[in-house]
C-alpha cells in the first residue's frame, strides 16, 4: 500500500508536466469563491429553498453522458492496481468520485471510517480511534451513537474527506466472523437503531454516510464467492430490519452492497434486495455504491439497481457508456443512478458546505473517546466486591499480559485507526494503541504498588501475582476484515497464562480486549470480569476509570457469549475450497457465479434466539452487564392503543451511584412462529442510591410484527403477547400479559 501511495505521488509529478492542462477544471470550484446570488441565476440548482430531488433533477438535466459516467464509477484507490493518470486528485482515502466543475459539482472524496477515520499515517494526518463498533452498541446509547458519529463526521472533514464508509451493521450470527467489532451485535432492533443515530449525526456534519455491508455479509471466509441462503421472513425480520430500522433513522447518502450472493445473485445486481426491498419497500432515496470490487457486471448490475461501481470502472466506464449508446441500457436507468448520487450530494448537504481542510481537535476527541470507552465496558464477574478498588487498601497490583505496559490492540483491516506518529500499518498488521495500561493504574495511588510482566513466561507472572494483593490480567483476541477466527478461544496460550495467574493469587481479574465473544474455561477461579472491547485512543483510562470506582460500569452485552463454539448454530464455519481458483475466477469474469454456500437454517434464530429456542446455557447472556449497585424492578403495566405502552418502576437499592439499562423483551402468540422473545425497547436510567424512578416505554406495532411471505407485508398477528422486563435477556423478573387483536 505504501509502495503504491509513493506511486501516485509519482503520477503527481508527471501529471505537472503532462496532464494538468487536462485535470485542471476538476480543481477549479475549489478555487474560486463563489458568490451564492450569482450562483442561483446561473445554476438554479443551488437554490437552497428547492429540494434535494428538485435540485438533483435541474443539474441532471444540464449533464452530458460523459459527465454522468463520470459520477458512477470511482478512479481507483491507493493500493489497488495501477494507479490512474488522475490518482493526484484523490485524498488518499478509499477512493473518489470526480465531480461536475462545471456545474459546480464537487469530487466525492471517500474514507472508510467505522470506528475513526483510516490511513492518517499514510497521509500525515491524524484521527481519534473510538472504541469499536461493538463496544458501542454495548452502551445500548442513542445520545453516544450520536456522539460517535458526529466526532467521526468532523474528523473527516477536517481531513478533506466528504463521504463515509462506516455504519456497518451486519448481524453477528456468527460471532467468530472477523469483522464482528464493526458490527453492532445480533439484535436488529437494537443494531439498527444506534447505526441510525450514528449515522444521523455523522451526516448532520455534511458529510455523506453510508450503511453496510448490504446484505447477509455473515462471515468474512470466502467472501468474494460465497451464496448466503436463507429464507425471506428471517431476513426481512432479522438481518434487514437491521438495515431498515438505520435507513429510516439516518437517511443514509448511500447503502453499500456486499461482496456476497444472497440466494443465488450477487448482493451488487440483486434485483431483490437493491430494488424490491430498499428502493420499493423502503423508498430509499440515495444511492447504492458496491463494496471494493463487488460489481460483477454491467447489465445486470445496472437494471438491479446497482448506482456507482467502486473503487473502479471495470463496469461501469467505457463499458456502460457503450451499452447506453448501443441502447441495452435505457437512458432513463442510467439517470436513474445520476439522479441518486446527485440527490445524496445535496441532501448532505456537501455542495451547499464545501469540505475545507483543518485541524482535528485532539484533545476533545480523546475526551470524547475515553467517555464512550466508559460508557462500553462491560462489568461481567465481580466476586465478593472485588471491584472496585480501593487505592487505600489495596497497596499492590500486579499488571499482567502482552503489551499491558504500553497499548491496547484495535480492530485491522479497512476499519483500522492509525496511532498518532506510527508508521502506515500495513494490512492485518497488529495494531496495539499507545494507551498504556500500566500507565493508567500508576496514577491511582500515590503508596501503590505496581509492577508489569508480559506474561510471556506464566511462571514468573504467576510470582509476581502471588507477591501482589491484586492480579490484573491484560489478555486480547485480535480481529480483522479478511479473517475469521477458528473458534471462540482466547489466542496465544492466554486461557494457560491466566489459569496460572489464578492459582497463585485468586484476587485475579481480567481484563479483555476482544472484537467477539470469547470462551472462559478459567472463569470460576478469578475474581472478576471486564470486557473492554477494542477500547480506542483512551481505553487504558476508561479502565481505569472503572476499575478504581471513578466511573460505575452501565454497558451491557449487544452479543451473546457462548459456552462452547459447538453450541453456535454452525459449529463448523463453511469455507472454499483452498486452491483459490474460484476466487480468481469470479474476480475476473463479469459472470460470477459463487463456488459455496452458507444455509442459514436458523433462520429467525439470530443469537440470544437461538439459545433460548434451544434451550442451551451460555455463558454470559445478551443485555447482561454488572454495575457497582443492585437495581430492583417492579410494578410492571402494560397497556395497548397505536402501541404498547409499558411502566414500570427501577429502583437503586445499593449506595452508589449508576445507570442501569433496563430490557423488554416480547413473546409473540404461540403460532406465530417465532423464537421465545425478542427485545423491543430499553431505556437507560440514571439513579442516585436509593432513589426509584418510573420507565415509560412505548412500543411501536412494527416491532410486534411478523413478515408475511406470501404477501410480501408485515403483519401484527393477532393473540396473547406477554412482556417481560428485567436487567438481561436471562433475568428478567417482571411479566405481563396483553391480548392483541
Ligand atoms: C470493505 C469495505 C470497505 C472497502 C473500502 C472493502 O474491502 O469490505 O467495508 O469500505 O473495502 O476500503
Redesign the pocket.
Known amino acids: 500500500m505504501n509502495l503504491a501511495w509513493l506511486g501516485n505521488r509519482v503520477h503527481l509529478l508527471a501529471c505537472v508536466v503532462a496532464f494538468c492542462a487536462l485535470m485542471e477544471p476538476a480543481a477549479a470550484p475549489h478555487r474560486h469563491p463563489q458568490d451564492p446570488t450569482k450562483l442561483t441565476e446561473n445554476r438554479p440548482w443551488m437554490d437552497r429553498n428547492l429540494s434535494p430531488d428538485e435540485r438533483a433533477e435541474l443539474v441532471l438535466k444540464e449533464m452530458t453522458l460523459d459527465e454522468k459516467i463520470a459520477l458512477i464509477h470511482g478512479n481507483g484507490?491507493p493500493g489497488w492496481g495501477e494507479p490512474r493518470p488522475n490518482a493526484y486528485l484523490g485524498n488518499g482515502g478509499?477512493g473518489f468520485v470526480l465531480g461536475v466543475p462545471r456545474l459546480g459539482i464537487p469530487m466525492i472524496q471517500i474514507s472508510?471510517a467505522a470506528y475513526g477515520v483510516r490511513a492518517s499515517a499514510q497521509n500525515g494526518r491524524y484521527s481519534t480511534a473510538l472504541p469499536s463498533n461493538l463496544a458501542s452498541a454495548a452502551s445500548w446509547d442513542t445520545q453516544s451513537a450520536c456522539e460517535y458519529g458526529s466526532l467521526i463526521g468532523r474528523e473527516l472533514r477536517a481531513q478533506g474527506y466528504n463521504m463515509t464508509?462506516g455504519g456497518?451493521v451486519n448481524l453477528t450470527r456468527e460471532p467468530r466472523n472477523g469483522r464482528t467489532f464493526e458490527y453492532m451485535g445480533e439484535d436488529p432492533i437494537l443494531a439498527g437503531t444506534l447505526v441510525g443515530n450514528r449515522m444521523k449525526c455523522e451526516q448532520e456534519q455534511h458529510v455523506m454516510g453510508d450503511i453496510?455491508?448490504f446484505a447477509m455479509n455473515d462471515q468474512e471466509s470466502g467472501r468474494n464467492e460465497v451464496n448466503s441462503v436463507i429464507g425471506k421472513r428471517p431476513m426481512r425480520e432479522t438481518d434487514l430490519f437491521a438495515f431498515q430500522l438505520g435507513i429510516a433513522i439516518a437517511q443514509p447518502a448511500a447503502v453499500?452492497c456486499s461482496?456476497n450472493a444472497v440466494n443465488g445473485d450477487y448482493a451488487c445486481e440483486n434485483r431483490f434486495l437493491l430494488t424490491d426491498v430498499l428502493r420499493k419497500d423502503w423508498k430509499f432515496k440515495g444511492f447504492v455504491i458496491s463494496?471494493?470490487g463487488a460489481t460483477h457486471s454491467t447489465l445486470k448490475a445496472s437494471a438491479a439497481g446497482l448506482d456507482q461501481e467502486q473503487?473502479l470502472d471495470d463496469f461501469y466506464g467505457p463499458r456502460y457508456k457503450q451499452a447506453v449508446e448501443s441502447g441495452s441500457i435505457p437512458p432513463a436507468e442510467l439517470d436513474e443512478h445520476v439522479r441518486r448520487v446527485l440527490r445524496s450530494e445535496f441532501a448532505s448537504g456537501i455542495i451547499d458546505f464545501p469540505v475545507k481542510k483543518s485541524v482535528v481537535d485532539v484533545q476533545a476527541g480523546l475526551e470524547t473517546s475515553r467517555i464512550l470507552a466508559e460508557r462500553s465496558i462491560v462489568l461481567l464477574k465481580n466476586e465478593k466486591g472485588v471491584l472496585p478498588l480501593d487505592p487505600g487498601k489495596v497497596q499492590s497490583i500486579a499488571v499482567i499480559g502482552p503489551h499491558a505496559d504500553t497499548g491496547m490492540i484495535s480492530g485491522g483491516?479497512?476499519a483500522q485507526v492509525d496511532p498518532p506518529g506510527s508508521k502506515a500499518p500495513k494490512w492485518q498488521d497488529k495494531v496495539w494503541f499507545p494507551t498504556s495500561p500500566l500507565q493508567a493504574i500508576r496514577t491511582r495511588g500515590a503508596n501503590l504498588r505496581v509492577a508489569f510482566d508480559s506474561g510471556a513466561n506464566p511462571g514468573s507472572a504467576a510470582e509476581l501475582a502471588s507477591k501482589s494483593d491484586i492480579a490484573l490480567v491484560f489478555v486480547y483476541q485480535w480481529t480483522s476484515?479478511d479473517m475469521d477466527l477458528p473458534n471462540l478461544s482466547l489466542p496465544e496460550n492466554q486461557d494457560a497464562l491466566i489459569e496460572k495467574v489464578a492459582q497463585a493469587n485468586p484476587r485475579t481479574i481480567v481484563v479483555l480486549e476482544t472484537g467477539t465473544a470469547v470462551t472462559m474455561p478459567w472463569l470460576d477461579k478469578v475474581s472478576g470480569v471486564m470486557e473492554a472491547w477494542y477500547a480506542g485512543s483512551k481505553g487504558a483510562d476508561a479502565v481505569a476509570n472503572i476499575l478504581f470506582g471513578e466511573v460505575n460500569p452501565s454497558a451491557k452485552l449487544p452479543i451473546t457469549f457462548p459456552l462452547d463454539v459447538n453450541d453456535l448454530p454452525h459449529p463448523q464455519l463453511q469455507k472454499p475450497s483452498s486452491d483459490g481458483v474460484g476466487l480468481a475466477a469470479i474476480m475476473k469474469s463479469g459472470e460470477a457465479k459463487p463456488t459455496f454456500a452458507v444455509h442459514y437454517e436458523e433462520g429467525l434464530k439470530v443469537g440470544y434466539k437461538w439459545y433460548d429456542a434451544e434451550n442451551k446455557k451460555v455463558l454470559f447472556p445478551f443485555g447482561f452487564g454488572l454495575s457497582y449497585t443492585k437495581f430492583e424492578y417492579a410494578s410492571l403495566e402494560v397497556r395497548a392503543g397505536a402501541a404498547v405502552t409499558l411502566n414500570f418502576n427501577v429502583k437503586n437499592a445499593g449506595s452508589r451511584e449508576g445507570v442501569e439499562i433496563a430490557e423488554v423483551y416480547a413473546t409473540l402468540p404461540g403460532d406465530s412462529g417465532e423464537p421465545p422473545k425478542r427485545l423491543v425497547a430499553w431505556s437507560r436510567a440514571e439513579l442516585k442510591p436509593g432513589e426509584s424512578k418510573q420507565v415509560s416505554l412505548t412500543i411501536p406495532m412494527e416491532y410486534l410484527s411478523v413478515f408475511d411471505e406470501t404477501t410480501n407485508s408485515w403483519k401484527r398477528l393477532p393473540g396473547n403477547y406477554s412482556f417481560h422486563v428485567g436487567s438481561s435477556s436471562r433475568d428478567l423478573p417482571l411479566h405481563a400479559k396483553l391480548t392483541l387483536d
Request: hydrophobic residues 35%.
Open positions: 484507490m478509499a472508510d464508509l456497518g453496510k455491508h453499500m461482496y463494496d471494493w473503487p483491516g479497512s476484515e
